[in-house]
Antibody
Framework: EVQLVESGGGLVQPGGSLRLSCAAS????????MHWVRQAPGKGLVWVSH????????NYADSVKGRFTISRDNAKNTLYLQMISLRAEDTAVYYC???????????WGQGALVTVAS | QSALTQPASVSGSPGQSITISCTGT?????????VSWYQQHPGKAPKLMIY???SRPSGVPDRFSGSKSGNTASLTISGLQAEDEADYYC??????????FGTGTKVTVL
């Protein structure tokens, strides 16, 4: 069974940093691109970032470029999202998502809540 | 990249059919057959319901169906059931930002 379990969320002050982790199991992790998608309270889904299978390539939404860094450790089957210079508008549930070769976001984690407030 | 346009809400009685539209551009919905639909119940993660415009993952009831015409994709729920009450989001691969989501549609079962 495919499982994606996020951790590392919490309350952080504006300007602070946080690192999210996503532990993957039930599939061959290094065969898949992985994504982060976020959802602000009461709002819709927004794509944040993705990383290729071996971690050599990544892309980011303009709103997080230069502040967020996606990475992965295929030996540990874990995806990461390092977030710095956090702003109130980064407050959201962050989902770790697996993507197939045909660009389908097929499995989602349960989400990690990040709250940026003083 | 702008979000894809969906109606804010759609409602129907049990047993009825409803259709949710998802309008984009030739750079996303109209340019690729990589349109997906997700169901999200309150406090839960999104669940894949339709992929590649009209394919259903294993376990999704066949009363959920998808289609596309030009720059607009559609999700139809036939034989609406109480458990179908949820938010629905479309998603498309794009030539710009790799993925764009729809604005979301709240489905209410009357």
């Amino acid at each position: 069974e495919v499982q994606l379990v996020e951790s590392g969320g919490g309350l952080v002050q504006p300007g602070g940093s946080l690192r999210l982790s996503c532990a993957a199991s039930g599939f061959t992790f290094n065969n898949y691109w992985m994504h982060w998608v976020r959802q602000a309270p009461g709002k819709g889904l927004v794509w944040v970032s993705h990383i290729n299978r071996d971690g050599s390539g990544a892309n980011y939404a303009d709103s997080v470029k230069g502040r967020f860094t996606i990475s992965r450790d295929n030996a540990k089957n874990t995806l990461y999202l390092q977030m710095i210079s956090l702003r109130a508008e980064d407050t959201a549930v962050y989902y770790c998502v697996r993507v197939t070769v045909t660009r389908v976001l097929d499995y989602w984690g349960q989400g990690a809540l990040v709250t940026v407030a003083s | 990249q702008s979000a894809l346009t969906q109606p804010a809400s759609v409602s129907g009685s049990p047993g009825q059919s409803i259709t949710i539209s998802c309008t984009g551009t030739s750079s996303d919905v109209g340019g690729y057959n990589f349109v997906s639909w997700y169901q999200q119940h309150p406090g839960k993660a999104p669940k894949l319901m339709i992929y590649e415009v009209s394919s259903r993952p294993s376990g999704v009831p066949d009363r959920f169906s998808g289609s596309k015409s030009g720059n607009t994709a559609s999700l139809t729920i036939s034989g609406l059931q109480a458990e179908d009450e949820a938010d629905y989001y479309c998603n498309s691969y794009t030539s710009g930002t790799p993925y764009v989501f729809g604005t979301g549609t709240k489905v209410t079962v009357l």
